[in-house]
T-cell receptor, first 110, second 114 residues
Framework: EDQVTQSPEALRLQEGESSSLNCSYT??????LFWYRQDPGKGPEFLFT???AGEEKEKERLKATLTKKESFLHITAPKPEDSATYLC???????????FGTGTLLAVQP | DAGVTQSPTHLIKTRGQHVTLRCSPI?????VSWYQQVLGQGPQFIFQ???????GRGNFPDRFSARQFPNYSSELNVNALLLGDSALYLC?????????????FGAGSRLTVL
């Protein structure tokens, strides 16, 4: 059964304090691994898609990496506006169905 | 271009009632999916529709149903509401089915069942 586990559940950082979020997954036939950002009361906002082990993508202070069993979202010198829940999801099989983890709630304090 | 739009944004129902949620996808997107997100959890897959046909169904009871219209908009219906149906219902659209399709989500419909 396809499964996604994210850690930690919550993370509190000081502004400028870099860290990483983890997403471990088991899936048959990975079509893509997705990272989304979700602000309170809003829908998830797309950040990255990773397709194969060894792939990396960057956007501003965020960098996502992928191995055969996990993905990391690295946050470099975060700012308070980076505070949000970060969701990891995998897509497999013949449909667009996404299987999400429970997310990491990130709080960046000034 | 408008993103994925959902209505209503908030609604309150009582147990046993039914609810209809609506979604308009991004122009050109032919696939619509529905997800349920309970507070503190990740979204859970309910349905996917492509070209007006159901292409996937999650582990939800038959009280949940959906359909897609010729203009690719979609409705999610939930009958005999239970307290546990209280959640944020998210609609997502994508271009098609093949490859790793990016799903673009709407802001959701917040359902509270009393």
């Amino acid at each position: 059964e396809d499964q996604v586990t994210q850690s930690p559940e919550a993370l509190r950082l000081q502004e400028g304090e870099s860290s990483s979020l983890n997403c471990s997954y088991t899936v048959s036939g990975l079509r893509g691994l997705f990272w989304y950002r979700q602000d309170p009361g809003k829908g998830p906002e797309f950040l990255f898609t990773l397709y194969s082990a060894g792939e990396e993508k960057e956007k501003e202070r965020l960098k996502a990496t992928l191995t055969k069993k996990e993905s990391f979202l690295h946050i470099t010198a975060p700012k308070p506006e980076d505070s949000a829940t970060y969701l990891c999801a995998v897509q497999s099989g013949a449909t667009n169905k996404l299987i999400f983890g429970t997310g990491t709630l990130l709080a960046v304090q000034p | 271009d408008a993103g994925v739009t959902q209505s209503p944004t908030h609604l309150i129902k009582t147990r046993g009632q039914h609810v209809t949620l609506r979604c308009s996808p991004i122009s050109g997107h032919k696939s619509v999916s529905w997800y349920q997100q309970v507070l503190g959890q990740g979204p859970q897959f309910i349905f996917q529709y492509y070209e007006k046909e159901e292409r996937g169904r999650g582990n939800f009871p038959d009280r949940f149903s959906a359909r897609q219209f010729p203009n690719y908009s979609s409705e999610l219906n939930v009958n005999a509401l239970l307290l546990g149906d209280s959640a944020l219902y998210l609609c997502a659209s994508s271009l098609g089915l093949t490859g790793a399709n990016v799903l673009t989500f709407g802001a959701g419909s917040r359902l509270t069942v009393l």
